[in-house]
């Protein structure tokens, strides 16, 4: 008797589980931006918001929740009902990143979340002061290797400006040094006032000041060109291999939300992402769509946790 029992209830489970997907939503849904309203992940948060409220047929809304980099906003995520009511926008900084730089993270980029899908893709491109008499990856490694004494900018101790470049330095053996500003704006003045001779910066920010003239484009960060900056070449192409830092923004919800769940958001963002007015919003952001399955993100996730640790580690990289 008691086995009968076990094995309807064990039954009515299995059974509950897609049932409650079918049923699935039934109240509006939440996307944690953790970042401030304005950057690219709140602005393909709002995107996907309106897309899914059109596909779900549920209101979907955007909360900001930022600082401390994105980790304020994750962990309030990581620490939601997993019910499907409560997705997250997540990056190379909240789940590639801090892992390998925060000690003390309050949540586990790969234990406390279940991947949905990766939605956008831009790479670094490092680029070159006009007065810096750089034109190439590898005039840099020459003229590096001579004994030139080269400052590099970033946005910050830590960030992917700064370790894109320290991931250069590594592969092509040469002396960098490094001048932490507050962010990629302040970076991009003093680069192109020549104060600062280099500096890396994902293809968004950078594209304006190479297009306008103001800065030299010498390397894109990725195994293929952009197609942002198609004339200019990858680091790879140059002769430096492994230089691959590629910025991503994805979609996330709580570990332990129903699989089937996850399904549904996962096959309704990979129709969103074939749709002609959102391709055309994400290239006016300079963003190239993903399209990768839940398990494609889960384990390109796994991945950018491994390499970060190591160029983290590399670079001796400390942040307390």
């Given at each position: 008797m008691f086995r009968r029992h076990f094995v309807l209830a064990l039954g009515g489970t299995a059974l509950s589980s897609p049932a409650f997907a079918q049923a699935w939503p039934t109240k509006p849904i939440k996307i944690i931006v953790p970042f401030?309203?304005?950057?690219?992940?709140?602005?393909?948060a709002r995107l996907m918001a309106d897309q899914l409220t059109r596909v779900l047929g549920q209101q979907v809304i955007a909360e900001n929740r930022p600082g401390a980099g994105g980790s304020i906003g994750a962990d309030i995520a990581a620490k939601a009902t997993p019910d499907g009511y409560t997705l997250v926008m997540v990056t190379i900084s909240t789940h590639g990143i801090a892992p390998a730089i925060y000690p003390k993270l309050p949540y586990d980029s790969q234990k406390d979340f279940a991947p949905i899908a990766n939605i956008g893709l831009t790479p670094q491109v490092l680029m070159a002061s006009l007065k810096s008499g750089i034109g190439s990856v590898a005039e840099l490694v020459a003229k590096a290797k001579a004994g030139a004494d080269f400052n590099y900018g970033s946005s910050g101790n830590g960030s992917a400006s700064h370790l894109a470049v320290e991931m250069l330095r590594s592969a092509a053996g040469i002396k960098l040094t490094h001048v932490p500003f507050k962010g990629n704006a302040d970076a991009m003045l003093a680069l192109q006032a020549g104060d600062i001779q280099l500096m890396s910066d994902a293809v968004p920010g950078a594209?304006?000041?190479i297009n306008a003239g103001k800065v030299k484009a010498i390397g894109i960060a990725d195994q293929r060109r952009s197609p942002f900056l198609p004339d200019v070449p990858t680091i790879a192409e140059q002769g430096i291999q492994g230089v691959v830092a590629i910025g991503w923004i994805g979609l996330s919800a709580p570990a332990r939300t129903p699989e089937p769940?996850?399904?549904?958001?996962?096959?309704?963002?990979?129709?969103i992402l074939k749709e002609p007015e959102v391709l055309d919003k994400m290239k006016g952001l300079a963003f190239v769509p993903a399209k990768e399955s839940r398990q494609e993100f889960e384990a390109y996730i796994a991945?950018?946790?491994?390499?970060?640790?190591?160029?983290?580690?590399d670079a001796g990289v400390k942040i307390e």
């Open positions: 401030p309203p304005g950057q690219s992940t709140d602005i393909l594209v304006g000041p769940i996850l399904d549904k958001i996962s096959a309704a963002v990979m129709g991945l950018e946790n491994v390499k970060w640790k190591k160029i983290v580690h």
